[in-house]
């Protein structure tokens, strides 16, 4: 792991089955590739005022199942390209979760039910570490496995494959 | 140590004698494919991770079925893309307008997907190739030029699920309702990450077109693959596809699973999916009273030969509700020849309905049947998630082909027993 940086922002917080239609509507995610033009249209159909409000740095809090439907890689771009600089959920659907790492979107697997809407959250990756500071309460994570975790610090899959040349678990 | 299907099938392709679910392993690849809406960000990736050629110029398939034909400019370029890569790295099979197919169903119909393969796609339906018995799994853009470039993916072994379905089905009843009851039953995150194997005699009677129905939806569970075992169904519908030689794989008697299912269909009537969720699925005559503008058979899901045939047999002398615009999508030109050698394409002519060339349209809301806002279509799609199929304030209800056709006939969900009799 290259650096052991600590993300901090606020919890914007979503349900269960959050679908990659929802992250990115196909009104706007097939009508061009500028990320940051999708990126004001991120969570619309769920949460219409969420481009607006969320801020650098803050994270996107969720129940079960995040990311469900397309292997479309928009989902996390376009997530990643509104500022946020991780989602935490209690489970993600794999191929959301593989496109995330790949794009260099930190995803973090743990128990969100006690986390409010506005929280203030610490997150080490490195440590392991989620904290919420508005409740005071802190929780281990499971820690990827250490390719993820290069992949991640490379900042995706392709600069990391640029970097190393290959492919090596 | 036993080991089940996936197991052995990944196995073979990271060079090892087994395998356990949760691992990471690097499996060589038999087949990479994306199409018109995933190869040009997966081919902007695979220049900038600096590689030049393919792995294997018959290995990569391209094919350009989402926005086809072109339906704008942008379509159109990134099309050219496709096109110039093609050429550019000697790509064997390419398929353009004419001649190309909805992936899922051309792929497998041109040879391209074997059993005991493993197959990589940049689109979640990629798990559609599991009817064969072979392990295949959508995957993003990134990982797809990875597939492309090394031939070569890094995989988690996935748990196994098993699902025995017990009992005959009923008319009308077929792939679509098991695998819809199925994820009713389960949710879409029942089988998250996981292998779903199907297993039972109400398989085993299952055409090969009901199959690759099931294996298509199990990323609607939220599965890695779903998988079939071949038997003598399998290997008829193989002959005279491929030169190429395949091997078979089959689950130990022993073999550990995760979970064990069982089910009994002989009772099961034909299922419907509310939206906005596959998971949201009850009985037919459960439906109430549901008024269609809009009804759409086709798709990676059900627009095979099979599903055309129901389809025609409902619609035979019979005209679909003038309020339900009805859109009729075979997946592929060979699909379409038959169609019209067995006189089907008349039928629905004669029953009003808009025949299109094979694109994937009107399932993600791209193009050929866009919903308006407040409108309801009955489909034989694969999601109904909100504004999936347009307007976010349009509705999708998923059901198979003979519902579908049926519907389209009295302009509200129905059972085809009602249309039949």
Redesign the interface.
Same mark, same amino acid.
């Given at each position: 792991m290259g650096d052991s940086k600590i993300l901090t922002g606020r919890a914007h917080v979503f349900g269960d089955?959050v679908?990659t239609?929802?992250i990115i509507? @196909?009104?706007y995610k =097939?009508?061009?590739?500028d990320m940051n033009e999708l990126a004001c249209h991120c969570m619309e159909? $769920?949460d219409p005022d969420f481009a607006s409000k969320v801020e650098p740095g803050d994270f996107i809090v969720a129940g079960?199942?995040f990311g469900? @439907?397309?292997? %479309?890689?928009q989902a996390p771009l376009v997530i990643k390209h509104a500022g946020v600089s991780a989602v935490l959920a209690s489970?993600f659907? %794999? $191929?959301f979760f %593989?496109?995330a790492i790949?794009?260099g979107l930190p995803v973090v697997e743990c128990d969100t039910s006690q986390i409010e809407p506005g929280d203030d959250l610490e997150v080490d990756l490195s440590e392991g570490k989620v904290r919420n500071l508005t409740r005071g309460v802190e929780m281990d994570i499971a820690p990827l496995?250490s390719?993820m975790m290069d992949i991640l610090a490379d900042g @995706?899959?392709?600069d990391y494959? %640029?970097k190393h040349? @290959? =492919?090596k678990? | 140590m036993a080991q089940t299907i996936t197991e052995k099938i990944l196995a073979w392709h990271a060079g090892r004698d087994k395998v356990r679910p949760g691992e +990471?392993?690097?499996a060589r690849i038999d087949l990479a494919l994306a199409n018109d809406?995933?190869a040009?960000?997966s081919l902007e990736?695979f220049r900038?991770? /600096?590689a030049e050629r393919v792995f294997d110029p018959a290995k990569v398939v391209l094919v350009p079925d989402h926005?086809t034909p072109a339906r704008d400019i942008? *379509?159109a370029e990134n099309c050219v893309l496709l096109r110039n890569f093609a050429r550019e790295q000697g790509l064997e099979n390419y398929f353009d307008v004419g001649r190309v197919g909805i992936e899922h169903v051309m792929i497998p119909e041109e040879g391209l997907a074997l059993p005991g393969e493993v197959i990589v796609g940049? #689109?979640?339906h990629?798990c559609t190739y599991g009817a064969l018995g072979a392990f295949s799994t959508?995957?993003?853009?990134? #990982?797809l030029?990875?597939a492309m *470039? +090394?031939g070569?993916v890094?995989l988690r072994v996935p748990e196994s699920i098993r699902l025995e379905y017990a009992g005959e089905l009923r008319s009308w009843v077929g792939g679509k309702d098991i695998i819809l009851y199925t994820i009713g039953k389960l949710g879409? #995150?029942g089988a &998250?990450?996981r292998a779903m194997e199907f297993h039972g005699p109400a398989i085993d009677a299952l055409s090969m077109d009901g199959r690759f129905t099931m294996a298509n939806m199990a990323?609607e569970a939220?599965a890695?693959n779903g998988i079939f075992h071949v038997d003598v169904k399998t290997k008829e519908w193989l002959e005279g596809r491929s030169p190429r030689d395949y091997r078979i794989f089959s689950s130990d008697s022993d073999a550990s699973y995760a979970e064990k299912i069982e089910f009994e269909v002989s009772d099961l009537e034909p299922q419907v999916a509310f939206p906005h +969720?596959p998971s949201n699925v009850r009985p037919v005559s459960e439906a109430g009273d549901i008024a269609l503008d809009q009804a759409v058979i086709g798709s990676c899901t059900n627009g095979r030969l099979e599903d055309m045939e129901i389809a025609a047999r409902i619609l035979k002398g019979r005209q679909v509700d003038p309020r339900v615009r009805t859109i009729v999508i075979p997946g592929s030109q060979p699909i379409l020849k038959e169609m019209v050698k067995r006189g089907w394409m008349e039928i629905f002519l004669e029953a009003g309905v808009a025949v299109s060339t094979p694109t994937c349209g009107p399932c +993600? /809301? /791209?193009h050929m049947g866009v919903l308006a806002k407040g409108e309801r279509a009955v489909s034989t799609t694969n &999601?109904n998630?909100? /504004? &999936?199929m347009g307007h976010?304030g349009s509705e999708v209800y998923l059901a198979g082909p003979a519902v579908a056709a049926a519907s389209a006939i009295s302009g509200r969900l129905t059972h085809p027993r009602e249309v039949m009799d």
């Amino acid at each position: 792991m290259g650096d052991s940086k600590i993300l901090t922002g606020r919890a914007h917080v979503f349900g269960d089955d959050v679908n990659t239609d929802y992250i990115i509507s @196909g009104r706007y995610k =097939f009508k061009t590739l500028d990320m940051n033009e999708l990126a004001c249209h991120c969570m619309e159909d $769920i949460d219409p005022d969420f481009a607006s409000k969320v801020e650098p740095g803050d994270f996107i809090v969720a129940g079960a199942n995040f990311g469900c @439907g397309s292997s %479309r890689e928009q989902a996390p771009l376009v997530i990643k390209h509104a500022g946020v600089s991780a989602v935490l959920a209690s489970s993600f659907a %794999r $191929i959301f979760f %593989r496109n995330a790492i790949n794009k260099g979107l930190p995803v973090v697997e743990c128990d969100t039910s006690q986390i409010e809407p506005g929280d203030d959250l610490e997150v080490d990756l490195s440590e392991g570490k989620v904290r919420n500071l508005t409740r005071g309460v802190e929780m281990d994570i499971a820690p990827l496995p250490s390719v993820m975790m290069d992949i991640l610090a490379d900042g @995706g899959l392709t600069d990391y494959l %640029r970097k190393h040349g @290959g =492919f090596k678990l | 140590m036993a080991q089940t299907i996936t197991e052995k099938i990944l196995a073979w392709h990271a060079g090892r004698d087994k395998v356990r679910p949760g691992e +990471l392993i690097n499996a060589r690849i038999d087949l990479a494919l994306a199409n018109d809406i995933t190869a040009p960000l997966s081919l902007e990736a695979f220049r900038e991770m /600096g590689a030049e050629r393919v792995f294997d110029p018959a290995k990569v398939v391209l094919v350009p079925d989402h926005f086809t034909p072109a339906r704008d400019i942008a *379509a159109a370029e990134n099309c050219v893309l496709l096109r110039n890569f093609a050429r550019e790295q000697g790509l064997e099979n390419y398929f353009d307008v004419g001649r190309v197919g909805i992936e899922h169903v051309m792929i497998p119909e041109e040879g391209l997907a074997l059993p005991g393969e493993v197959i990589v796609g940049a #689109d979640s339906h990629t798990c559609t190739y599991g009817a064969l018995g072979a392990f295949s799994t959508g995957v993003g853009s990134t #990982d797809l030029a990875m597939a492309m *470039a +090394l031939g070569e993916v890094w995989l988690r072994v996935p748990e196994s699920i098993r699902l025995e379905y017990a009992g005959e089905l009923r008319s009308w009843v077929g792939g679509k309702d098991i695998i819809l009851y199925t994820i009713g039953k389960l949710g879409v #995150d029942g089988a &998250r990450y996981r292998a779903m194997e199907f297993h039972g005699p109400a398989i085993d009677a299952l055409s090969m077109d009901g199959r690759f129905t099931m294996a298509n939806m199990a990323i609607e569970a939220g599965a890695k693959n779903g998988i079939f075992h071949v038997d003598v169904k399998t290997k008829e519908w193989l002959e005279g596809r491929s030169p190429r030689d395949y091997r078979i794989f089959s689950s130990d008697s022993d073999a550990s699973y995760a979970e064990k299912i069982e089910f009994e269909v002989s009772d099961l009537e034909p299922q419907v999916a509310f939206p906005h +969720l596959p998971s949201n699925v009850r009985p037919v005559s459960e439906a109430g009273d549901i008024a269609l503008d809009q009804a759409v058979i086709g798709s990676c899901t059900n627009g095979r030969l099979e599903d055309m045939e129901i389809a025609a047999r409902i619609l035979k002398g019979r005209q679909v509700d003038p309020r339900v615009r009805t859109i009729v999508i075979p997946g592929s030109q060979p699909i379409l020849k038959e169609m019209v050698k067995r006189g089907w394409m008349e039928i629905f002519l004669e029953a009003g309905v808009a025949v299109s060339t094979p694109t994937c349209g009107p399932c +993600l /809301g /791209g193009h050929m049947g866009v919903l308006a806002k407040g409108e309801r279509a009955v489909s034989t799609t694969n &999601r109904n998630f909100v /504004g &999936r199929m347009g307007h976010v304030g349009s509705e999708v209800y998923l059901a198979g082909p003979a519902v579908a056709a049926a519907s389209a006939i009295s302009g509200r969900l129905t059972h085809p027993r009602e249309v039949m009799d």
